[in-house]
């Protein structure tokens, strides 16, 4: 999953972007941010994503998958241009660079930084939305485990694919129901352990 | 699978601070609530449903991106606090893979909070019906729809002045000349110049594209629901 390949390259990754600070990377973030706001030109966003493509080639991650993962939003707007009225090679460029540059942006700081120290980072954040982030962050893996047995058991016997779509849909049903309950059982499991550690709607990172 | 994640850059600042602006007044009242009574159990729900929502949406089920959300879902079994909530910590979580932006979590936040709490209405107002699975899936197409529509509604009144963006995008690139200039060409009549995104097409892109993935989602999404109420009642709650 991508998730946990992002968590083990922010953790175990050893580039110079890794030990830059949590905080100069969200304020980097941040005035890529304001930039999407304030600047439209188009050479700003295309010398921005040179030096993203520079700093992604030297900080030793894996470049295809990360930038494979930062044209996702090219799907969006595929949909845009198709809808619209005599776009030209520029404009499909234009937004192409500037969208890709963000996302490229936000996976740089997650692949490089792990997420409880950019949680840490955050304390500008509600703090009940840092601790519900920091629950979700942790669960994920406990559920993408569940996940992963699940699918296991669903090959070994034998899944049906889209040849047989009833009971693909079907299978496909109680296998994802069957992670539900276990993300039900295991967060009544979390409440009743936040409450015996006395949780005020801080976790400390 | 209803609706596409907005990405960064493409909406005016006013819609994305608007999503922000309603989310917070959303969750202000549960803020208070989880203050007074510290209701651990939806703060945890919505944190592992969170964690299932993002799990969910990163495995593409079918070609052009096709994945589950599982915002109806969240709705119906975790009820609509719990739900919304997931779909603000999901939409956090998924902007950091790249999938959505920073900066209209927000207005992704509401669309997908919106399916959930619509399909948790939905389901309850379907109480008159007795087996959860065609009540699932009725509530889960109506949600889903509704979802669609609030997102085509945002993108429509975000792109009214994409023409102009890309003409202020082109401002330097004119001087080196690098691209032709429309402004070459013949000037096309107001309403219709490059650029302006027609609504006609877009409703035909995202309603075709929607309605297949509203079906699917449905499926999985009843046939989880009735699994959850057979396997674990206990754990299911009775919204009749």
């Known amino acids: 999953m991508f998730f946990e390949d992002l968590d083990y390259w922010a953790t175990s990754g050893g580039g110079w972007l890794h030990r830059v600070p949590a905080y100069l990377k969200l304020v980097w973030l941040g005035g890529v941010v304001a930039a999407i706001i304030f600047v439209y030109d188009f050479l700003f966003y295309g010398a921005l994503y040179v030096v993203l493509l520079a700093f992604l080639f030297t900080s030793r991650l894996p470049a295809r998958r990360i930038l494979a993962a930062s044209a996702y939003p090219l799907v969006f707007l595929t949909f845009l241009f198709l809808s619209a009225r005599g776009l030209d090679v520029f404009a499909a460029l234009y937004f192409a660079v500037r969208v890709m540059a963000v996302a490229l942006t936000i996976l740089l700081v997650v692949a490089t930084t792990p997420l409880p120290r950019l949680l840490a980072a955050g304390r500008f954040l509600p703090k009940f939305l840092v601790a519900g982030l920091f629950l979700s962050y942790r669960a994920i893996f406990i559920l993408a485990a569940v996940a992963g047995d699940v699918r296991t058991a669903y090959r070994l016997r034998g899944a049906p694919g889209w040849r047989r779509p009833r009971r693909f849909i079907a299978n496909t049903g109680r296998a994802v129901g069957y992670v539900v309950v276990a993300a039900l059982e295991r967060s009544e499991n979390a409440a009743a352990a936040l409450k015996v550690r006395g949780f005020d709607g801080r976790i400390h990172l | ?240």
């Open chain 2, 1 to 240: 699978m209803a609706h596409l994640h907005l990405p960064d850059g493409v909406l005016p600042f006013y819609l994305w601070a608007a999503g922000y602006a309603a989310v917070a007044v959303a969750l202000f009242p549960l803020w208070l609530k989880f203050r007074r009574a510290r209701n651990l159990v939806v703060f945890a729900r919505a944190g592992f449903f969170a964690a299932l929502m993002a799990v969910a949406m990163s495995f593409p089920v079918a070609p052009l991106a096709y994945h589950l959300n599982l915002a109806a879902l969240a709705g119906i079994v975790a009820g609509p606090a719990a739900a919304f909530l997931a779909c603000l910590f999901a939409n956090v979580i998924l902007a950091s893979l790249g999938h959505g932006g920073v900066t209209v979590i927000g207005l992704n936040t509401v669309t997908l909070g919106a399916e959930a709490v619509g399909a948790f209405a939905v389901f309850r107002a379907l109480a008159f019906i007795r087996p959860t699975w065609p009540r699932a899936f009725a509530a889960a197409v109506v949600a889903l729809a509704a979802g669609t529509t609030l997102a085509y509604g945002v993108v429509v009144a975000g792109t009214r002045d994409f023409g102009d963006v890309v003409e202020r995008g082109r401002g330097s690139v004119v001087a080196f000349e690098l691209f032709d200039h429309p402004a070459r060409h013949p000037v096309a009549p107001a309403g219709e110049g490059p650029g302006e995104v027609s609504p006609g097409r877009l409703a035909v892109l995202f309603y075709g594209f929607g309605a297949v993935g509203w079906v699917l989602e449905a499926l999985v999404t009843a046939t989880v629901a009735a699994y959850v109420k057979k396997a674990a009642p206990r754990l299911f709650p009775e919204a009749t």
